[in-house]
Protein backbone atom coordinates (compact mmCIF):
# COMPACT_ATOMS: atom_id res chain seq x y z
CA UNK A 1 0.00 0.00 0.00
CA UNK A 2 3.15 2.27 -0.58
CA UNK A 3 0.63 4.40 -2.69
CA UNK A 4 -0.53 5.49 0.85
CA UNK A 5 2.84 7.44 1.70
CA UNK A 6 1.93 9.93 -1.27
CA UNK A 7 -1.83 10.63 -0.38
CA UNK A 8 -2.14 10.20 3.73
CA UNK A 9 0.29 12.95 5.08
CA UNK A 10 -1.27 16.17 5.55
CA UNK A 11 -4.98 14.41 4.86
CA UNK A 12 -7.30 15.29 7.86
CA UNK A 13 -8.03 11.57 8.49
CA UNK A 14 -5.92 9.34 6.73
CA UNK A 15 -2.76 11.85 7.52
CA UNK A 16 -2.79 10.93 11.17
CA UNK A 17 -3.79 7.35 10.72
CA UNK A 18 -0.48 6.75 8.64
CA UNK A 19 1.92 8.51 10.83
CA UNK A 20 1.14 7.25 13.62
CA UNK A 21 -0.48 3.82 14.14
CA UNK A 22 0.07 1.95 10.09
CA UNK A 23 2.77 -0.23 10.20
CA UNK A 24 3.86 0.07 13.62
CA UNK A 25 3.86 -2.98 16.41
CA UNK A 26 0.69 -3.55 18.09
CA UNK A 27 0.15 -6.42 20.76
CA UNK A 28 -2.54 -5.58 23.31
CA UNK A 29 -5.63 -7.86 22.52
CA UNK A 30 -8.11 -4.77 22.51
CA UNK A 31 -6.50 -2.97 20.10
CA UNK A 32 -5.45 -6.69 18.12
CA UNK A 33 -9.38 -6.97 17.97
CA UNK A 34 -10.36 -3.52 16.95
CA UNK A 35 -7.78 -3.23 14.12
CA UNK A 36 -8.98 -6.78 12.81
CA UNK A 37 -12.63 -5.69 12.92
CA UNK A 38 -12.13 -2.66 11.33
CA UNK A 39 -10.52 -4.48 8.33
CA UNK A 40 -13.49 -6.21 8.07
CA UNK A 41 -16.18 -3.33 8.26
CA UNK A 42 -13.56 -2.32 5.48
CA UNK A 43 -14.07 -4.58 3.07
CA UNK A 44 -16.24 -3.08 -0.30
CA UNK A 45 -15.91 0.02 1.25
CA UNK A 46 -12.52 2.81 1.69
CA UNK A 47 -10.76 3.24 4.18
CA UNK A 48 -11.72 6.53 4.81
CA UNK A 49 -15.36 5.84 5.67
CA UNK A 50 -14.03 3.31 8.48
CA UNK A 51 -11.90 6.06 9.81
CA UNK A 52 -14.64 8.82 9.72
CA UNK A 53 -16.80 6.31 11.69
CA UNK A 54 -14.17 4.66 14.01
CA UNK A 55 -15.18 6.33 16.79
CA UNK A 56 -18.48 5.25 16.81
CA UNK A 57 -17.74 2.13 15.93
CA UNK A 58 -15.57 2.05 19.63
CA UNK A 59 -18.49 3.46 21.48
CA UNK A 60 -20.85 0.51 20.13
CA UNK A 61 -18.66 -2.25 20.59
CA UNK A 62 -17.74 -1.22 23.55
CA UNK A 63 -14.18 -0.08 23.21
CA UNK A 64 -13.31 -3.35 21.51
CA UNK A 65 -13.05 -5.00 24.24
CA UNK A 66 -13.35 -8.61 23.19
CA UNK A 67 -14.97 -9.97 26.48
CA UNK A 68 -17.34 -7.00 26.24
CA UNK A 69 -17.80 -7.85 22.41
CA UNK A 70 -18.43 -11.63 23.12
CA UNK A 71 -21.15 -11.23 25.31
CA UNK A 72 -23.14 -9.61 23.17
CA UNK A 73 -26.69 -11.19 22.17
CA UNK A 74 -29.69 -10.42 19.73
CA UNK A 75 -30.36 -7.07 21.52
CA UNK A 76 -27.10 -6.23 20.93
CA UNK A 77 -26.93 -7.18 17.24
CA UNK A 78 -30.67 -4.94 16.90
CA UNK A 79 -28.96 -2.05 18.87
CA UNK A 80 -25.87 -1.90 16.37
CA UNK A 81 -28.02 -2.69 12.59
CA UNK A 82 -30.21 0.22 14.40
CA UNK A 83 -27.07 2.60 15.00
CA UNK A 84 -26.44 4.98 11.77
CA UNK A 85 -23.02 6.29 13.33
CA UNK A 86 -21.45 2.70 12.20
CA UNK A 87 -21.45 0.61 9.28
CA UNK A 88 -24.55 -0.92 9.83
CA UNK A 89 -23.93 -4.41 7.82
CA UNK A 90 -25.31 -7.81 9.81
CA UNK A 91 -22.76 -10.00 8.17
CA UNK A 92 -20.12 -8.06 9.34
CA UNK A 93 -21.88 -7.25 12.41
CA UNK A 94 -22.10 -11.28 13.50
CA UNK A 95 -18.38 -11.65 12.39
CA UNK A 96 -16.88 -9.34 14.98
CA UNK A 97 -19.32 -10.38 17.21
CA UNK A 98 -18.03 -14.25 16.60
CA UNK A 99 -14.60 -13.23 16.46
CA UNK A 100 -14.48 -11.76 19.80
CA UNK A 101 -15.59 -15.33 21.03
CA UNK A 102 -12.62 -17.08 19.02
CA UNK A 103 -10.36 -14.70 19.96
CA UNK A 104 -11.13 -15.15 23.72
CA UNK A 105 -10.52 -18.91 23.05
CA UNK A 106 -7.09 -18.43 21.50
CA UNK A 107 -6.59 -15.98 24.62
CA UNK A 108 -7.44 -18.60 27.28
CA UNK A 109 -5.22 -21.23 25.48
CA UNK A 110 -2.03 -18.60 24.51
CA UNK A 111 -2.34 -16.10 27.20
CA UNK A 112 -3.08 -12.97 23.95
CA UNK A 113 -3.61 -12.88 20.64
CA UNK A 114 -0.25 -11.31 20.13
CA UNK A 115 1.26 -14.66 21.87
CA UNK A 116 -1.06 -16.36 19.66
CA UNK A 117 0.24 -15.41 16.28
CA UNK A 118 3.77 -15.24 17.79
CA UNK A 119 3.27 -19.03 18.11
CA UNK A 120 2.74 -18.84 13.98
CA UNK A 121 5.82 -18.11 13.29
CA UNK A 122 6.80 -16.13 9.89
CA UNK A 123 4.75 -16.88 7.06
CA UNK A 124 4.04 -15.52 4.33
CA UNK A 125 0.82 -13.98 3.25
CA UNK A 126 -1.01 -16.84 1.50
CA UNK A 127 0.07 -19.13 4.89
CA UNK A 128 -1.49 -15.90 7.32
CA UNK A 129 -4.88 -16.39 5.22
CA UNK A 130 -5.16 -19.28 5.10
CA UNK A 131 -4.89 -19.53 8.77
CA UNK A 132 -6.93 -16.70 9.62
CA UNK A 133 -9.78 -18.35 7.66
CA UNK A 134 -9.57 -21.14 9.72
CA UNK A 135 -9.28 -19.44 13.21
CA UNK A 136 -11.80 -16.70 12.21
CA UNK A 137 -15.11 -15.64 10.12
CA UNK A 138 -15.04 -12.94 7.29
CA UNK A 139 -11.54 -12.87 6.48
CA UNK A 140 -10.55 -12.51 2.92
CA UNK A 141 -7.66 -12.25 1.71
CA UNK A 142 -7.23 -8.30 1.74
CA UNK A 143 -8.68 -8.24 5.08
CA UNK A 144 -6.00 -10.53 6.52
CA UNK A 145 -3.24 -8.83 4.40
CA UNK A 146 -4.10 -5.35 5.41
CA UNK A 147 -4.63 -6.19 8.90
CA UNK A 148 -1.24 -8.17 9.51
CA UNK A 149 0.18 -5.28 7.25
CA UNK A 150 -1.17 -2.31 9.32
CA UNK A 151 0.68 -3.80 12.71
CA UNK A 152 3.69 -4.82 11.65
CA UNK A 153 3.48 -8.24 10.65
CA UNK A 154 3.59 -8.22 7.23
CA UNK A 155 5.86 -5.80 5.29
CA UNK A 156 4.46 -3.27 2.11
CA UNK A 157 2.26 -0.69 4.68
CA UNK A 158 5.41 2.11 3.82
CA UNK A 159 7.30 2.90 0.94
CA UNK A 160 11.72 2.42 2.03
CA UNK A 161 11.57 6.15 1.79
CA UNK A 162 8.99 6.80 3.11
CA UNK A 163 9.77 8.72 7.19
CA UNK A 164 6.98 7.27 8.75
CA UNK A 165 9.03 3.28 8.11
CA UNK A 166 12.08 4.71 10.00
CA UNK A 167 9.68 5.92 12.84
CA UNK A 168 8.09 2.15 12.53
CA UNK A 169 12.18 0.69 12.49
CA UNK A 170 12.96 2.66 15.32
CA UNK A 171 9.72 1.65 17.13
CA UNK A 172 11.03 -2.19 16.62
CA UNK A 173 14.08 -1.95 17.91
CA UNK A 174 13.27 -0.18 21.23
CA UNK A 175 10.37 -2.91 21.85
CA UNK A 176 13.39 -5.68 21.08
Not at 6 to 16: I, R
Not at 69 to 90: C, H, M, S
Amino acid sequence: MSWYCDVAPGHPWHGPYHDREYGFPLSGDAALFERLSLEVFQAGLSWLIVLKKRQALRTAFCGFDPARVAAFGPEDVARLLADAGIIRNRLKILAVIENARRLLRLCDEHGSFAAWMDRQGEMEREGWVALFRRTFKFMGGEVVGEFLMSIGRLPGAHRPDCPVAAAIAAARAAAR
